[in-house]
């Protein structure tokens, strides 16, 4: 499997705290790749700066390369509205705008310059059945989408996401505010989604990360402790402080 | 005294309090309303004042009223919109935008008289402006303005962070982002906000007396053309308010039914005022309801 990411020596400060050291790390393309550890190992910053949203965060500083496709992200000639059409996000909270279901998914297309009414229905049709959501919601697309349940409003965020054509998918713990058979549902998903896109996803939940990545980067205070097939990962550790993480004596 | 007697006289306290409160309120609201509704009719709102002889009205003040409100809006909702998406969005935190908002926040405390007496040093004299309404406008904007940065910036600070990571992880600009996805969901509370900002405009009166002037022209309600020194809508003619009005026949009506048309006109103040806060409250509703697609 090609890489399609790939992160070097990446050093990232939060002013004078360092959240992430000295990272390196291939992505593979097409593949879901699962960044687990406990809370405040760094997983979901590294998450954030594959599609700059830490950009937002004053004083944030960063050494070292990611580079997309070969292209490093970080670098001066780089548009980040670019790259995060090509790099899309799944956020935690399930986060619809206030507008139809409709207006969700072509929203990011519209602001993008498509203004053909028919090219934006099958774009909106196309995007929803991705998701898999097709079906629930096709007979009522001008319903607000703050009416539907909290598992659709998050694969309708998918769906949005989906809509501007990324390659990667990046899903922040996406599924942890959802009850169990949604959850399901979005795994599910996933899986039938690393068929087209590369999809990373940050996850507290280590069955789920064995159950659906390929890939599992296990992080403990800012650093890569382990990286391996997802298989490997969880039956075999190398480094004993996987084995305790993952046979829960700490975390 | 144990903690349930404690609890009663506080409850009994606060009820009380709230009492008081509503009493002094709704005795002062009716006062007003009783002295002046009898007075108003058709004639009254749109006839011109008389001066001498009884029978009076307020049309002139009215409408004047009412366009010196749109001439303030105008200028100020552009640029409080603007400075107040500045504040929230786009100035970095640290002594700047502290600095803006102390003096933001000094401009609005700012006595209303002091404000007219700037306007009239200032706008009137050494702009050259003279007694207009525009004078007016700008007299109020000094303070309306302070509002509205505060009320949009509320706004914009109010909508939740994962509304604006989700446009940006679209791959919408920042400012496509702010435009499209945070001021549709923060008009609600600007549009209140601007609506009772305007409430304020239409009552005041001190900023007035040396800005927009304590007398109207002959104005010829069948002349439309802006720049006719009698048309209403010449924004650079001398204008009295209807709040303005209330505070001149009060101090030197000479009219013998001066204080029945004080007490009508206070009534048409009072009302209208009331209705602009009314209106703030459904308009912000529907728009909401408009914007979010919820039933």
Not at chain 2, 276 to 289: D, E, S, T
């Amino acid at each position: 499997m090609q890489a399609l990411i790939d992160i070097d020596q990446l050093d990232l400060y939060y002013g004078d705290f360092q959240a992430l050291k000295k990272v390196s790390l291939d992505i593979p393309e097409k593949a879901i790749t699962a960044f687990i550890g406990p809370s405040g190992c760094g997983k979901s910053t590294l998450l954030r700066t594959l599609n700059r949203m830490n950009d937002m965060i004053p004083g944030t500083r960063i050494e070292g390369s990611i580079k997309v496709s070969g292209k490093d992200i970080y670098s001066s000639d780089v548009d980040v509205e670019t790259l995060r059409k090509k790099v899309g996000m799944v956020f935690q909270q399930p986060n619809p705008f206030p507008k139809s279901i409709y207006d969700n998914v072509a929203y990011g297309p519209r602001l993008h310059g498509i203004a053909d009414k028919q090219r934006l229905d099958e774009i909106v049709e196309s995007s929803l059945r991705a998701a898999v959501l097709w079906d629930e919601v096709k007979d009522h697309l001008k319903r607000s989408a703050l009416g539907i349940s909290g598992g659709q409003q998050q694969r309708l965020c998918i769906a949005r996401a989906l809509a501007v054509e990324p390659d990667v998918l990046l899903m922040d713990e996406s599924t942890s505010a959802l009850d169990p058979i949604s959850t399901l549902k979005i795994e599910e998903l996933a899986q039938e989604l690393k068929k087209r896109y590369t999809i990373v996803m940050v996850t507290h939940n280590m069955h789920q990360a064995a159950r659906v990545s390929n890939q599992t980067v296990f992080f403990l205070n800012g650093e890569v402790i382990e990286y391996a097939e997802t298989e490997k990962l969880f039956s075999n550790p190398v480094d004993s402080r996987t084995e305790d993480y993952i046979s829960g004596r700490f975390g | 005294m144990n903690a349930k007697t404690a609890d009663k006289i506080a409850t009994a306290l606060i009820v009380t309090i709230a009492a008081i409160i509503i009493l002094i309120l709704a005795g002062l609201l009716g006062y007003i309303l009783i002295r002046g509704v009898g007075h108003i009719s058709f004639d009254f709102l749109t006839s011109p004042p008389e001066t001498i002889r009884a029978g009076g009205g307020i049309g002139p003040q009215l409408f004047n009223s009412l366009f010196l409100l749109v001439l303030t809006m105008i200028i100020t909702i552009p640029l409080g919109l603007g400075a107040g998406i500045y504040m929230s969005e786009y100035a970095k935190p640290g002594r700047g935008t502290d600095f803006i908002r102390l003096v933001v926040e000094v401009l609005s405390s700012f006595p209303s008289i002091v404000v007219g007496l700037f306007g009239l040093l200032v706008i009137v004299n050494l702009f050259g402006f003279g007694f207009s309404l525009f004078s007016g406008a700008l007299a109020l904007t000094v303070f309306n303005l302070p509002l509205m940065v505060r009320i949009t910036e509320q706004g914009l600070k109010s909508v939740p962070r994962e509304q604006k990571e989700a446009g940006l992880a679209l791959g919408l600009s920042k400012w496509k982002t702010i435009r499209s996805i945070m001021l549709p969901i923060a008009i609600p509370v600007i549009l209140t906000g601007t609506i009772l900002a305007a409430g304020r405009v239409f009552g005041e009166a001190a900023a007035l007396l040396f800005t927009a002037g304590m007398s109207s022209p002959r104005l010829d309600f069948s002349d439309w053309n802006p720049l006719s020194p009698f048309s209403p809508l010449n924004p650079f003619r001398p204008a009295e308010t209807l709040a303005v009005h209330i505070w001149k026949i009060n101090s030197e009506g000479l009219a013998p039914d001066a204080p029945e048309i004080a007490a009508g006109a206070s009534a048409v103040l009072i009302i209208t005022v009331l209705l602009f806060n009314m209106i703030a409250r459904w308009f912000g509703r529907y728009v909401h309801r408009k914007f979010t697609a919820t039933k």
